[in-house]
């Protein structure tokens, strides 16, 4: 259901009415067997155009969902009524119509149906119309963006060398005596490493977050230079060379700055969408009877 996810707002919008499911207009909200037949039934109308069980179910396979769950369904339904209406202010507007090709590789690439693919298309093109000239991003909204994702300040790493060595204590001891010999950890690695990279045991900066429990309260006391190990993981013996201790993967704020600005762009111009939606779906009949 992921792709249900992505795509749905599930607050119910203004001028929606509720309406309580009859027997003249509702024959059935669940497809329920009877003598052999599925039963169908209204769940919806937006104006003139109805939605029937059988297509809610349609379109729930075609988001992905492999089981009926009622919870998911209303997400889907809302998302079916949405659709009806911007395709109505889409065709008011007289917006161009969707090339098929267009909407294969948008569908493709979100991996959804085709009628998705175009329903997304629609929202996108009004998005930019009615929203995105509204949008303004500011040095403050910048800053207070990057002040509150500590990723673009980096996290605290260790620049490491290591030797692997799998299923031979002996053979790990041997290394770790060369080692404090003093002899290159290159030189040690050909002779013992049962895995080095492009015959380098330099593995580069590793986030201490990332590290291996076993490994990590050695290895962030321990000091440049230092030969910490050997520790074991599972059926492999690792020994490591701590090179610098500092700071990576942060990110300046000028260098962030244009994935920041697009960033929050996106977003206030989906909360603007959404909001003119709500707005414009009010002027409509829409009764839901599930």
């Not at 209406?85 to 149906?113: F, N």
């Not at 490491?160 to 404090?180: G, H, S, T, V, W």
């Not at 290159?186 to 990279?197: Q, R």
């Not at 050695?218 to 020994?239: A, C, F, H, Q, R």
Request: aromatic residues 4%; charged residues 30%.
């Amino acid at each position: 259901m992921s792709i249900v996810r992505r795509l749905i707002t599930t607050v119910m919008p203004r001028g929606v009415r509720l309406v309580l499911p009859c027997a003249a207009v509702l024959i059935a909200l669940w497809c329920i067997p009877a003598q052999g037949e599925m039963i169908d039934g209204i769940v919806a109308v937006v104006d003139d155009k109805v939605i029937m069980h059988s297509d809610l179910v349609k379109k729930m396979q075609e988001l992905g969902a492999q089981d009926y769950d009622p919870s998911a369904a209303r997400q889907v339904l809302q998302l079916m009524v949405e659709d009806v209406i911007v395709d109505k202010i889409y065709r008011s507007m007289g917006m161009p119509r969707i090339e098929l090709s267009h909407a294969e590789e948008v569908a493709k690439g979100m991996k959804v149906d085709i009628v998705s693919a175009q329903s997304l298309i629609k929202r996108n093109s009004l998005m930019e119309m009615m929203v995105k000239s509204r949008i303004v991003v500011t040095e403050s909204m910048i800053k207070d963006y990057y002040d509150s994702h500590k990723a673009y300040a980096g996290s605290e790493s260790l620049h490491l060398k290591q030797i692997l060595i799998k299923k031979d204590p002996e053979k790990a001891n041997k290394a770790l005596e060369d080692l404090r010999k003093a002899v290159p950890i290159e030189e040690v690695a050909k002779s013992y490493s049962d895995l080095t990279a492009r015959d380098n045991p330099d593995i580069g900066w590793i986030a201490v977050d990332d590290l291996a429990n076993e490994a990590r309260s050695s290895l962030t006391t321990g000091k440049p230079l230092d030969i910490v190990g050997p520790v074991t993981l599972g059926e492999n013996i690792l020994i490591y060379q701590i090179i610098e201790r500092g700071v990576s993967g942060g990110k300046p704020l000028d260098e962030a700055r244009d994935e920041i600005v697009e960033t929050l762009q996106e977003k206030f111009r989906n909360e603007a969408f959404e909001h003119w939606l709500k707005m414009i779906m009010g002027d409509h009949y829409i009764g839901i009877y599930m």
